[in-house]
């Protein structure tokens, strides 16, 4: 009897090592995240909302559409411009990312009628009142960081690399992040970041992901502030994967354009 | 009374049982009492108007000045050690639960515009490494209106790591509170300062807490000293043992039973409840003095223990009780007062009072009974102090009008004095001295303080966004950083200014609110809600001001919140925005000031009832306004003293009223008293009725008034400066009050009592001596 369990066992795991994709490295997984585009961020159009929850409850929305152009992989230009609320209809923001530099960031205000740009460190700042921060969606605590495989784990039904992950930088607000990407697509189901103190901050959470001509998206998503108390709620209801989006469109020129 | 004296001498081991199990549930429940100095305390009570706002202003942006500080001084606080110093603090504290928040210049954001470029996000995102970059840095920094005084000193020498307690401290307990310095100076202790940098732990909360103790310890300290000062003058008296343990058993049951029933209100001991106990013991030493010594003279007239113990008792169990009766009800009268601090102060000092004269009746013939009596000749007055008190009259007589005349002109002169005497509670200034009270007034010069004013606005949701609203706001808030108690001032219309500047390329001229509601909308938007949170709701339908100051005292704050009112008053008119003027400074010291006011209004009425209890038991309106003349000089000499050393009155000072009221009349009673009897017993010559009666109550009320005011001279070692003024002026007023009663009752009487139409003896026989 326990000769035939044995060999039952084994047959197991020689089925389970003949299923099992080909052993990836940290980075490989990182590089396999960074050519996704989650967010339709990087070669997309996209039409979103997000619902920002404060700790009392409250909530509002903001909704925008964002064009981006994959231009030096990983890179990408975005430019985001509001719709709601009525406040910031109009503005808009123009995100150039650069591969040793800081990013280029200018923002349109319709009612001082021309753009600045935006220096400084404000990658820990909150994007817009959200709880995504810029760092969160320009990906550099990803690109510039060391990566570590911890052991596989699930979440959900879907088995998932799980990594750690330290930034290099010295501006970023995470000590490090832990991910859990999704096997078959390599889209981060979620995501959870730590601050300097080493304090969980935020975790972010897919909700739904959906396959558009090819590519996966994470169409539902949500961000928790733990220490704030504070949640957003993001929601892309139209995305359409692009790479035809001319470089014009990425303009302080287009960004003032209403 | 003699039966129930027998009755209690014939069950006396029974009596001592319940006696035992009494006190021991009373130290039981004792042990529960909670010694807390909290300016809550004084103010957080259900029928006090300004706690709604306060309370809805708390649960939205918290206690705007409630962080633990750690105050950082040094040659210059952005040298890179003290800026890693500073770095390695915060991030030692940030993970902390006490903490909700951790504010630093290494945490710190901003923004500033430069050329055509807005430079936000974190102050210092890395540290800077070259001497160029800390310029930078600096000047960044001591330019933002919102670092400035907040976070950084104009001259670069100090600088705060501001740790935000998760409870709001306004709101916190004394525990929460010690918990979140602990934790601070734990991360002190890890992180030993570089050379040339000091750092002291300060804010609200040390303030708190350092009061706290320091009220501990003047329990401690005071009630012995209180104590030994009252077996001293028990010695001198009596010299034996038993002639101190007695009087000291009687009273001390009493403020034991007193504890236990106080603890059972579950009331903190604050810095008023803190005076019970030395009250207690004073006021109720007094009586089993006079009942021992009664005692004694019996014993010395040869009867037998129980016998003199039930004459003694018999003889002064009527005057004990009325004389208690008038002091229980002058500190009754502080019941009807509003704040519970002032109301549960009268209630508990009078069941006290009430308490010692039981124990006098009770305690006091049964340990009389059990303990050997002490050596004769113990009691009694002294020759010495006879013969001054009647070469004193031999020497005022001749000159009763005069002294009538003065008496009045003083009390005349006295009371216009004390009419202009200001009301001024104050804080800070109260705290005890040492390093934290140092560290709280470098805090106020460098940065900021630790009391705080909120002007709070409240409108329709997105009315913070709109241009006028912030133009109001910002005109309030220019007005209050002109005051030269402020030093520093906050608001929403700063921040927008703030962006509005850099995104005009830095601009001075435009550090202005901008002129559309969508500008502003978008200016905010920008903002990390972490950020933005401390400044407005989040549907920017509430805002405030903040401003942090120096403590000069309520007066200040009174004279501000009238001007800032107005200013809102103007500048608000027709905007829809409601205003309220809150924070612990608005809020606390409007309580603080309530209760001085309340304090003086008790002892308004304290003195109005015992006038009264005069009129009905000596049937006399003349001897009621007499004792008017004679107690209200001694009050009116504390007055007179407040003025001279430019002490305000607070609730600490006010206290003197209370504490002396009780003995205040009571040398009055006795005199007037004495006088009808000695008219009803047919002496008919005015001169030689007064000058005895000076003589039989003189000595005894000379040692109960010293007795008083050794009591309460023990306050003059608290480590609060107005518990020590409150030791001086119950001094002033309870020795003056003998003198008064000597001088100003005699003449007084001798000028216009009705001597002619003096009572029969028959109808003296029910009047009190």
Redesign the interface.
């Known amino acids: 009897m326990r000769r035939v369990a044995f060999s039952l066992a084994l047959v197991f795991s020689a089925a389970a090592q003949a299923d099992a994709p080909p052993a990836m490295s940290a980075q490989q997984v990182i590089d396999k995240v960074l050519e996704s585009d989650p967010w339709g961020l990087s070669g997309a159009e996209v039409t979103a909302h997000a619902v920002l929850k404060d700790k009392r409850g409250a909530t509002s929305e903001l909704a925008f559409s964002a064009r981006s152009k994959r231009y030096d992989p990983p890179l990408s230009k975005s430019l985001v411009r509001f719709s709601a609320p009525a406040d910031l209809a109009g503005a808009g923001f123009l995100q150039v990312q650069k591969r040793g530099d800081d990013d280029d960031r200018y923002l349109f205000m319709p009612d001082l009628k021309k753009s600045r740009r935006i220096s400084g460190n404000l990658r820990a700042s909150a994007f817009m009142g959200t709880d995504f921060s810029f760092a969160d969606l320009d990906r550099r605590d990803l690109r510039e960081a060391e990566a570590t495989l911890l052991a596989d784990e699930n979440v959900g039904k879907f088995p998932c690399f799980h990594l750690e992950v330290r930034p290099k930088r010295g501006d970023s607000q995470y000590s490090r992040a832990e991910l859990w990407v999704r096997k078959d697509s390599f889209l981060p189901l979620k995501w959870t970041m730590y601050d300097k103190a080493k304090v969980l901050l935020k975790t972010l959470t897919a909700d739904e992901v959906r396959r558009v001509n090819g590519h996966w998206f994470i169409t539902k998503s949500h961000m928790v502030n733990h220490l704030e108390n504070h949640r957003t709620d993001m929601f892309l209801e139209q995305v359409k994967p692009r790479d035809d989006i001319p470089d014009d469109d990425f303009t302080v020129r287009m960004l003032e354009k209403i | 009374m003699s039966r129930v004296v027998r009755l209690l001498l014939g069950h006396r081991v029974w009596v001592a049982l319940l006696l035992v199990a009494s006190l021991a549930a009373s130290v039981r429940s004792a042990l529960r009492l909670d010694v807390r100095f909290q300016f809550r305390d004084f103010y957080d009570y259900p029928k006090n108007p300004d706690m709604e706002v306060f309370n809805r202003y708390s649960a939205e942006f918290g206690d705007p000045a409630g962080f633990v500080v750690l105050l950082v001084e040094a040659e210059d606080v952005f040298h890179r050690d003290v800026l890693e110093y500073i770095q390695a603090l915060t991030?030692?504290l940030?993970?902390e639960k006490v903490f909700?928040h951790v504010r630093s210049l290494t945490n710190a954001?901003?923004i500033y515009g430069?050329e055509?470029?807005?430079?936000?996000?974190?102050l210092l995102?890395?540290l800077p490494r070259t001497p160029e970059e800390t310029e930078q840095v600096r000047r960044v920094a001591t330019r933002s209106s919102l670092l400035v005084r907040r976070l950084v000193a104009a001259d670069s020498r100090a600088t705060a790591v501001l740790a935000e307690m998760r409870t709001p401290a306004a709101l916190a307990s004394i525990g929460e509170q010690r918990e979140a310095i602990a934790t601070a100076r734990r991360a002190l202790a890890r992180h030993p300062a570089p050379a040339g940098v000091h750092v002291r732990v300060t804010g609200g909360p040390v303030a708190e807490v350092e009061s706290t103790d320091s009220l501990v310890h003047d329990m401690i300290v005071l009630l012995p000293v209180a104590l030994l000062l009252i077996l001293g003058a028990l010695w001198i008296t009596f010299r034996s043992l038993q002639g101190i343990v007695l009087p000291l058993a009687a009273v001390g049951v009493a403020t034991l039973w007193t504890a236990g029933l106080f603890a059972l209100l579950r009331h903190p001991v604050d810095i008023v409840g803190s005076t019970m106990p030395v009250t207690l013991l004073v006021y109720g030493v007094v009586d089993p003095i006079f009942v021992l010594s009664r005692f004694l003279q019996k014993i010395e007239a040869g009867r037998t223990r129980d016998d003199a113990i039930v004459e003694a008792q018999s003889e002064l169990a009527l005057p004990c009780f009325l004389t208690s009766l008038t002091t229980a009800l002058g500190f009754l009268s502080f019941g009807t007062a509003t704040l519970p601090t002032v109301a549960l102060y009268g209630c508990t000092v009078a069941i006290g009072v009430s308490l010692s004269w039981v124990t006098t009746v009770t305690v006091l013939p049964l340990l009389l009974s059990v303990l050997p009596p002490p050596a004769s000749g113990a009691a009694g007055g002294s020759p010495r102090i006879d013969r001054a008190i009647a070469g004193a009259w031999a020497r005022m007589r001749p000159r009763v009008r005069p002294l009538v005349a003065a008496a009045c002109a003083a009390l005349a002169l006295g009371a216009a004095l004390g009419w202009k005497q200001h009301i001024s509670s104050i804080y800070v200034g109260n705290l005890p001295k040492g390093e934290s009270l140092d560290a709280i007034h470098v805090l106020e010069q460098k940065l900021s303080g630790v009391v705080r004013t909120v002007v709070y606005f409240e409108g329709e949701p997105g009315a913070m966004?709109r241009p006028e609203v912030l133009r109001a706001i910002a005109a309030i808030d220019a007005f209050a950083e002109t005051q030269p108690m402020v030093n520093t001032s906050v608001s929403l219309a700063d921040l927008v200014a703030e962006e509005n500047q850099a995104?005009h390329g830095g601009d001075p001229a435009e550090h202005r609110v901008?002129p559309?509601?969508?500008?502003?909308?978008?200016?905010l938007?920008?903002?990390?809600?972490?950020d933005?949170?401390d400044f407005v709701?989040?549907?920017y339908a509430k805002s405030h001001i903040r401003i942090l100051s120096e403590d000069p005292g309520s007066e200040a704050f009174r004279k501000l919140r009238q001007q800032l009112q107005a200013k809102c008053d103007q500048h608000l008119k027709g905007l829809g925005i409601r205003v309220a003027l809150t924070g612990t400074a608005m809020v606390g010291y409007g309580a603080l000031d309530q209760i001085v006011v309340e304090l003086l209004e008790g002892f308004v009425l304290a003195f109005a009832i015992i006038v009264l209890f005069e009129l009905i038991m000596f049937r006399s309106l003349r001897i009621a306004l007499i004792s008017v003349v004679s107690n209200l000089l001694p009050v009116v000499a504390s007055f007179v003293y407040l003025r001279l050393f430019h002490i305000s009155l607070r609730m600490d000072t006010a206290l003197f009223l209370s504490v002396s009221i009780g003995g205040l009349f009571n040398t009055t009673i006795h005199f007037a008293a004495r006088v009808r009897q000695r008219v009803a017993e047919g002496a008919r010559d005015p001169d030689e009725i007064i000058g005895h009666a000076m003589r039989a109550i003189g000595p005894p009320a000379l040692f109960t008034a010293v007795i008083l005011s050794l009591g309460f001279a023990s306050f003059m070692l608290s480590g609060f400066s107005g518990l020590r003024a409150l030791g001086t002026l119950s001094m002033i007023t309870l020795l003056s009050g003998f003198f008064s009663d000597m001088i100003v009752t005699a003449a007084l009487l001798r000028v216009f009592y009705r001597w002619e139409s003096a009572p029969p003896a028959a109808a003296q026989k029910r009047s009190v001596e």
């Open positions: 991030h030692e940030e993970p909700s954001n901003i430069k055509d470029e807005v430079v936000s996000g974190a995102p890395v966004k995104f901008p559309t509601t969508a500008l502003v909308a978008q200016y938007a920008l903002l990390d809600p972490s933005l949170s709701d989040a549907a």
